[in-house]
Every structure is written in C-alpha cells, then in structure tokens.
Nanobody, 115 residues
Framework: QVQLVESGGGLVQAGGSLRLSCTAS????????MGWYRQAPGKQRELVAV???????NYLDSVRGRFTLSRDNARNRVYLQMNSLKPEDTAVYYC?????????WGQGTQVTVSS
C-alpha cells in the first residue's frame, strides 16, 4: 500500500521559513517525478514545485526564488524548503508524484503564515 506522509508545517510569521518533508512508500521512488502541491481555503489544489528523477526542478512563478525542492532517493523523501513566506502561501501542502495519482494523496501538512 502506497503512503505519502507529509510533515513540517506550522504557524510562522511573514518572512519566516519552514521545511516540509514527505516520506513516500513508493516502489522505485527514484524513477518517479515528484511534486509538492498546495490547496488554500476555497481554492483548487495547485502544483507548487516539481523535481525530476535526476533532480531538475521547476517552480510556480509565485514561489520561484523563495522555495527549494530537493529529494533523497536513498530515503524515499522529498523536501520543500520555504523561505520568505507570505500570507498567500497559507495552505495545506501535499506531496505526490507528478502527475499525481489520486490514490496517493495523504493528509497533507498545514502551513499558516501570519501577516
């Protein structure tokens, strides 16, 4: 059974930082493109950042330069370092493959940025 478990969220003031972690029990994890997604209240889930099996990254324009996605294939983990956080970054953050598999969605981790 595939499980993706996110952690690291919390409440932070604007300008602060958080580091999110995701542990994925996916077979052949290292061959999967992975993504971090977020869903703010009343909005659709959106893709924030992606990382290829080889480590190439791409970001949503609004987070580029502030967020950094990395992966540790030996530990089946992906990380999202979030700096210079803004109130508009407030959302539940999820990891999944890219493109996402519906059955893989976990509980997510809440990120709240206060102004």
């Amino acid at each position: 059974q595939v499980q993706l478990v996110e952690s690291g969220g919390g409440l932070v003031q604007a300008g602060g930082s958080l580091r999110l972690s995701c542990t994925a029990s996916i077979s052949n994890f290292r061959f999967n493109p992975m993504g971090w997604y977020r869903q703010a209240p009343g909005k659709q889930r959106e893709l924030v950042a992606v990382i290829s099996p080889g480590g190439i990254t791409n970001y949503l324009d609004s987070v580029r330069g502030r967020f950094t996605l990395s992966r540790d294939n030996a530990r089946n983990r992906v990380y999202l370092q979030m700096n210079s956080l803004k109130p508009e970054d407030t959302a539940v953050y999820y990891c999944n493959t890219n493109p996402p598999v519906a059955e893989y969605w976990g509980q997510g981790t809440q990120v709240t940025v206060s102004s």
